[in-house]
């Protein structure tokens, strides 16, 4: 019942920039975490950023100082801005959020959206 959908990918060209959205909604009580990540043609997925409900912010080395990853309260919105984007950038980004998924849970679950394309080519 929960859905996770990301938007907003895309063709630019290096040096360029894009900005991802990121919904989530249906039964999930409350989301403490969404993170970002990314899988390039033929690599393995790898996390790029996340934020947490206690305002925490990380991000993977490459990104730093050009990605910023932001969320509205509650977490069900949120966004990761990339500038100065390079062709290593290139993947299918992910959404994910992790949370409760009732008021009786004593474990938290993830729930992931199926991803953007984000091309970074001249």
């Known amino acids: 019942q929960v859905q996770v959908v990301e938007s907003g990918g895309g063709t630019v060209q290096p040096g360029g920039s894009v900005t991802l959205s990121c919904s989530a909604s249906g039964t999930i009580f409350l989301i403490n975490d969404m993170a970002w990540s990314r899988q390039a043609p033929g690599k393995e997925r790898e996390l790029v950023a996340e934020?947490?409900?206690?305002?925490?912010?990380k991000y993977v080395d490459s990104v730093k100082g050009r990605f910023t990853i932001s969320a509205e309260k509650g977490l069900n919105m949120g966004y990761l801005q990339m500038n100065n984007l390079k062709p290593e950038d290139t993947g299918v980004y992910f959404c994910k959020v992790r949370g409760y998924g009732d008021y009786y849970a004593k474990f938290q679950d993830d729930y992931w959206g199926l991803g953007t394309q984000v091309t970074v080519s001249s």
């Open positions: 934020i947490t409900s206690d305002g925490n912010l």
